[in-house]
């Protein structure tokens, strides 16, 4: 039977989950509309929720430094452990990687953000067009990945509490029978 994640872990294994699917959303809800106040407004929005989860990557992945993940389930088979580890392994990677992809791309294009409209975040490039549609390019890339590995993941988390019957999704939901 697997061993559950702790309650900071779980804690921020959903607030990052609720932010990334918000993130999405919000930015193909974005690409579509015209130009607008609204629309500037949904894009700091969008900004705001990329840097809240930046900022909850470092402490998950903090936290994960100090508190080891549980073991997986040892009846799984190879290319499952093979799987999910990729997946975590990948998810790790694109939850740095999608929002500072964001976050190059505005400063590229000529946009500051300003974290909930208070805190400037600091300028690390300025303004350049020749590499914006080049980091546009990658950032969509990045979060179309992310959203397809999130997917997947619950997908695997379904199986194993459907088909499999194990304790697997209880690791990240308690309150489900094991």
Known sequence: MAQQYTKTAIG???IMAILIVAAF???????????????LL???YHKWLGVTVFLFAVIRVLWRLTHPAPALDSGLSPFEKMAANATHHLLYVLIFVAPLTGYFY????????V???IVPIPSLIGPNPEIA??????HEIAVFTMAGLVGLHVVGALKHYFIDRDGTLARMLPFLKR
């Open 25 to 39: 959303g919000l930015g193909l809800i974005v690409g579509d509309m015209k130009f607008s106040p609204t629309t």
């Open 42 to 44: 949904y894009i700091s």
């Open 115 to 117: 974290y909930l409209g």
């Open 133 to 138: 549609g080049l980091l546009k390019e990658v």
């Open 106 to 113: 505005s400063l590229a294009a000529g946009f500051p953000i």
């Open 12 to 14: 921020i294994h959903w």
